[in-house]
């Protein structure tokens, strides 16, 4: 690369790549950039390779047993197939696979959105709040090694609901997970400048607030401005847009915080999630989805009950998907239940081209997106096949 306008040029092209799932081609670039002294090359190099080489140098190279694609910061690896593992591998499973755990502290919300599970069942009416045992369990659990990723605080609730108690985990997460990212995902009903305020100090790292319409009132990208706008000034901060995608998404940077805000909103009703077949007539048509999806490798999602779905699509505490729940954290530790027997035939499934199983089969997330080219994604295949023939054949139904 012969000039600085070279290596930008390059960066961004290997960005690109990367970005879309081929992988190979954009280390290969960043490899060359470091090569040639580019100071973002060898940062980028370094920050993919970090999480393999996080596994153990003693056995990460062993053929067919550990590596196969790297999928953004994480590893793709045969563990994450195989339900056989001893304490140490679940733990490496884990660690080179997840890298968001979301934790419901609370049950309540005070939305019925139509496009939400939360319009078919009662989370109103009353609050559930997760036990100290299960919040200690998954807390314990993650600082046991080292968790650096992200740990969410939120699933179908309203966290700001009950906001004195939601600072208090969040503070105990902060103490005991100093490198994790720590979110709340919030639809801003409730969130006033002096809450604001308080969860800079209570070490959250990022924010999410979405602007949801009044209740069956469909997308109207103005009202849609409006609210973010008024949330903006409300909270004392400037507004950038940062996405915008017409008559579907619409996303904004809050400025003037120590923590990252973002404030969005989309339309859900043509362009959302059923929601695992809960929802069929919300997002985009799929008759049969083949492509992969990596929610059950990338994911962990703990509901206020301390159940454990393999998707965020999914809502444990209803009858329809209580036979997608894979554990339960007052059961067995997140490792033991990472690399169960359930957990694992859901990424064999779901991350291998071909059809998926109900309610998958009809999801649209991400389903148009290409995450590897196509040698990347023959190896993953492979490797499920193997980790089905290891089974003698014999693939349990999922749920």
């Known amino acids: 690369m012969e000039t600085e306008e070279d290596a930008t040029r390059y960066l961004v092209a290997a960005d690109i790549l990367f970005a879309n799932g081929w992988v190979a081609k954009a280390l290969q670039i960043y490899r060359n950039m470091a090569a040639d002294g580019h100071a973002v090359g060898i940062d980028k190099f370094r920050r993919i390779m970090q999480a393999y080489d996080a596994l153990d140098p003693a056995t990460r190279d062993l053929p067919g047993q550990r590596h196969i694609a790297f999928v953004g910061d994480h590893v793709v690896s045969t563990l994450h197939f195989n339900s056989n593992l001893n304490e140490y591998e679940k733990k490496v499973a884990f660690l080179s696979g997840v890298r968001m755990v979301e934790l419901e502290t609370s049950s309540q919300c005070n939305r019925r959105c139509h496009y939400c599970p939360n319009s078919k069942y009662d989370r109103i009416s009353g609050n559930t709040y997760i036990s100290d045992a299960v919040f200690n369990r998954v807390i314990d659990d993650l600082a046991s090694v080292d968790y650096a990723w992200r740990l969410h605080f939120h699933g179908y609730n309203e966290p700001l609901m009950h906001f004195d108690n939601l600072v208090t985990r969040i503070q105990t997460a902060r103490k005991r997970l100093p490198k994790a990212s720590l979110c709340i995902f919030t639809n801003g009903d409730y969130l006033t400048k002096d809450m604001f305020c308080q969860l800079e100090d209570s070490g959250i790292n990022a924010v999410i607030l979405s602007v949801h319409m009044p209740p069956n009132k469909p997308w109207n990208e103005r009202d849609v401005l409006q609210r973010i706008f008024d949330k903006a000034n409300e909270l004392d901060q400037k507004a950038m847009l940062t996405e915008y995608d ?50 059950p490798m990338m994911f962990f999602i703990v509901n206020y009950r301390g159940d454990v779905v393999p998707c965020c699509d999914f809502v444990g505490d209803i009858p329809e998907h209580r036979p997608y729940v894979v554990g ?44 590897f080219d196509d040698d990347t994604q023959n190896l993953i295949d492979k490797a499920i096949a193997e980790a089905v ?9 999922v749920g």
Request: aromatic share 10%.
């Open 389 to 397: 023939a290891q089974k003698d054949g014999t693939l349990a139904a």
């Open 246 to 295: 017409a008559g579907k998404y619409m996303k904004f940077l809050l400025l003037g915080s120590n923590m990252t805000v973002s404030i969005h909103e989309g339309n859900y009703d043509d362009f959302g999630s059923n929601r695992g077949n809960l929802l069929p007539s919300v997002g985009e048509d799929v008759d049969e989805r083949t492509r992969p999806c990596f929610h």
């Open 328 to 371: 339960n954290v007052a059961d067995a530790s997140l490792f033991d239940i990472y690399a169960n027997e359930k957990y694992t035939d859901w990424r064999i499934n779901v991350l291998s081209t071909g059809k998926k199983p109900v309610p998958c089969n009809t999801c649209s997330q991400f389903d148009k997106r290409k995450r």
